[in-house]
């Protein structure tokens, strides 16, 4: 994996403002870490290398390049494994076209993606196209548990300069919706494998006619492995929805839906489609078949659909139906009122974890159509996890918003290894062609579940493996020991899967002697409590498996600190190796278009040097390099120059951005290397430099913002020109010069 015999830290290459933010930030922490016998690789992850990896036999040899999720993959399963992990998008449908189409017209001779394949070789693209799609990356790289916490220089900062929180009120109408039978939480049975039990799992779907299909053959799965089935009901979804809409017209608020279309990457745009057509059902009951006909999908956002119709011969007719029954519903959230761009229109533009969060922090307010705030009601159809949102909402509105200033923190230990939980993104989650009914019979022949299900029905098994649970519950201790504070295992001894997990939880938690120190909580309960936690200053940790650790870990840092982006992530890898994640990208479609618009990129990099400290210090102890070690307590004094001089970027054109911080993060880095004492070599080697940066701020500065204001062109969204993008991110002549 490595590409020299020196220690390596692998850097990932990325997506939208996390990559442009590299090809500024990457020169400055390649010159430093050489400075300890330390080279940083990169490898690409990116949506669009992904995509070229998968189709070599039809590229050039100049186009083709190596499938580096898959090298990472293996390495991430070694003992020297080192990898800074920035987020990198997780693809929707629509996502992934425009990632096709861009490459295409740079010359990639890729295939259009199949929306309905008709052929086996279609059949085929489809597949290898698939599994790019949703949370692709995360579930190969982490062969380890989560451990995600603000840095105490971040959450210091937080308290001393709180961001802004709007004001709830007690009578606000916003709520959160779910449904009340047929969704995935009631539908759930989970039982853990057996000796006997454990190897290749079928899942079979048998018809009204006794024909029996094999809907998948496999995964193959080890004895104590947690293993989970349920479904989804579309006609309680599609009468669900309905009944929202007309609750919300009559409550005067937004329209809105709350899902995961990308890490539920299967189940969750299927969900989204049918809030689509359900929201447009007077159309799609006169006009289905021709809708269908020209690649109408309504599982691709509403926007699809209205592209889709204005290609049409009669779409002028069709767009007019639409505008009518638009009109006649209740007003949708917007993501960009603006534009015109609704909660509908592309189902990876409103994400649950980072979206109600938001709506949280704004005094449960969202823009509309008319571009001021409004009451919103959020349709989250499943209630697996609706709960602690629904319960977040009802706190606001009985004690007002949290206050950053005095707030504790959140803390959270996931269960997320050896892709624990992906539910709504395995290859074993499936849109029911018929009628009929589901089994899954085990390697033994034991016939493990079975479901009667509807055409159209969404049906998911997902599987936990014992060594992840075990490994998630040691770290849970080994974090409460250190921290001593408040620690809760979010689990529900009324949910099937739950109680799996608990008889794994509880005798180890009785072996450490630790049972007296954690609290079992479903999570409405445990969200109220961390909640009353926090806001009397104390701290807890949220022990939670895998979605939850998604959902809260921004959740909480959205309401304590402004911001995800900012949290430290650390993935202790089960086989020794250490991953260390940066923060979330959810905003850096945003950040993109301002670089482009106006050359002003406002993506805060602090979560990558948070990442890189942990890193070079994992690396110390790893290999017993004590300049690393050096490297590290310089990192994190600079980090706190960073917060402490008010260096981040700002968020509007004309204000200091990504580029400045990370001139200032290098300014910072080499004066505290230069200070030190306890590696002579190392401040000999950058007293100069800091001596330099130091005396050409004003020089460095000016060459870093002659052409803000302006309009760039990066050569590209998803595959950028990495000439332009380096010329655009490193414009100042002088202090390359000093870097070298």
């Not at 399963?77 to 096709?100: D, H, R, W």
Request: charged letters at 25%; a negative charge; aromatic letters at 6%.
């Amino acid at each position: 994996m490595a590409d020299t015999d020196t220690p390596q830290i692998i850097y990932t290459k990325v997506d939208e403002a996390p990559e442009l933010a590299s090809a500024s930030l990457l020169p400055i922490i390649r010159r430093f870490a050489s400075a300890a016998g330390i080279s940083v690789a990169t490898r690409d992850i990116s949506l669009a290398g992904r995509i070229i990896a998968a189709f070599p036999e039809r590229l050039t040899e100049a186009q083709q390049q190596d499938d580096d999720l898959a090298g990472l993959g293996a390495w991430v399963k070694t003992p020297e494994a080192n990898v800074i992990k920035l987020p990198n998008v997780s693809a929707s449908v629509p996502q992934l076209v425009g990632a096709i189409t861009e490459l295409q017209a740079q010359g990639f001779d890729l295939p259009d993606y199949p929306v309905d394949p008709a052929t086996e070789a279609e059949r085929e693209i489809r597949t290898r196209y698939d599994a790019l799609k949703g949370s692709a990356v995360n579930p190969v790289l982490r062969e380890g548990n989560s451990d995600r916490r603000a840095a105490k220089a971040v959450k210091n900062y937080a308290m001393a300069h709180p961001h802004s929180m709007g004001t709830w009120s007690a009578d606000s109408k916003t709520r959160v919706a779910s449904m009340s039978t047929g969704d995935f939480r009631r539908n759930e049975t989970s039982v853990t494998l057996s000796a006997a039990q454990a190897g290749s799992v079928r899942i079979l779907l048998t018809g009204a006619d006794g024909a029996e299909t094999v809907l998948k053959s496999g995964p193959d799965l080890p004895e104590g492995t947690v293993v989970d089935a349920s479904f989804l009901s579309v006609a309680e979804l599609t009468r669900f929805i309905a009944d929202e809409i007309e609750k919300t017209q009559a409550d005067g608020t937004l329209f809105s839906v709350h899902l995961k279309a990308t890490m539920m990457k299967v189940s969750d745009p299927i969900i989204f489609g049918h809030v689509v057509r359900t929201w447009l059902a007077p159309v799609f009951e006169r006009h289905g078949a021709a809708l269908a006909a020209a690649g109408a999908d309504p599982n691709g956002g509403l926007g699809t659909v209205l592209a889709r119709v204005a290609e049409m011969p009669d779409g002028a007719a069709i767009r007019a139906e639409i505008d009518a029954v638009m009109a006649e519903r209740p007003p949708l959230y917007m993501v960009n009122s603006d534009k015109g761009i609704t909660n509908l229109h592309v189902p990876s533009d409103v994400i649950i974890d980072a979206s109600l969060p938001a709506l949280l922090r704004a005094g449960g307010k969202s823009w509309g159509p008319d571009g001021a705030e409004a009451d919103t009601t959020c349709i989250i159809p499943d209630t697996s996890y609706a709960d602690v949102y629904d319960e977040s909402v009802r706190y606001f509105k009985e004690t007002g918003a949290l206050d950053p200033r005095t707030a504790g923190t959140v803390q959270n230990v996931g269960l997320m290894a050896q892709k624990a939980e992906e539910y709504g993104s395995h290859p074993t989650t499936f849109e029911i062609p018929h009628a009929g009914t589901v089994t899954v019979i085990a390697a033994n022949g034991d016939e493990l579940y079975r479901h009667t299900v509807e055409a159209g029905d969404i049906w998911r098994l997902c599987s936990t493996r014992r060594a992840a649970i075990e490994d998630w519950v040691r770290l849970a201790i080994d974090r409460q020991r250190l921290e001593g504070c408040q620690a809760v295992f979010w689990l529900d001894e009324t949910r099937a899967h739950d109680r799996e997990l608990l008889a794994y939880v509880r005798p180890i938690l009785a072996d450490a002697g630790a049972t007296d120190s954690f609290t079992v909580l479903a999570p409405r309960d445990a969200t109220r409590l961390s909640f009353e936690t926090i806001r009397a200053g104390r701290d807890s940790i949220a022990v939670t498996g895998n979605v939850l650790r998604d959902y809260l870990t921004d959740l909480f840092p959205i309401l304590e600190l402004g911001t995800s982006a900012k949290m430290l992530s650390i993935v202790k890898l089960m086989q020794g190796g250490g991953m260390f994640e940066t923060g979330a990208g959810g905003s850096a479609p945003k950040h993109v278009q301002q670089l482009v618009q106006e050359n002003h990129l406002r993506w805060d990099s602090l979560g990558e040097f948070c990442a890189l400290g942990e890193s070079l210090n994992f690396l110390a102890e790893a290999t017993g390099n004590d300049k690393a070690r050096t490297l590290a307590a310089a990192v994190e004094a600079a980090t706190q120059g960073v917060l402490d001089h008010e260096r981040s970027p700002g968020r509007k054109a004309g204000q200091p951005d990504n580029r400045d911080s990370h001139y200032y993060f290098a300014l910072y880095w080499a004066q505290a290397l230069a200070a030190q004492d306890s590696d002579a070599a190392l401040a000999q080697e950058f007293a100069p430099i800091a001596q330099q940066l130091t005396d050409l701020e004003d020089q460095i500065l000016t060459e870093l913002r002659a052409d803000r204001g302006h309009s760039v062109d990066l050569g590209g969204y998803y595959h950028t020109d990495p000439e332009k993008v380096a010329t655009i991110m490193r414009p100042s002549k002088t202090l390359n010069s000093i870097l070298g």
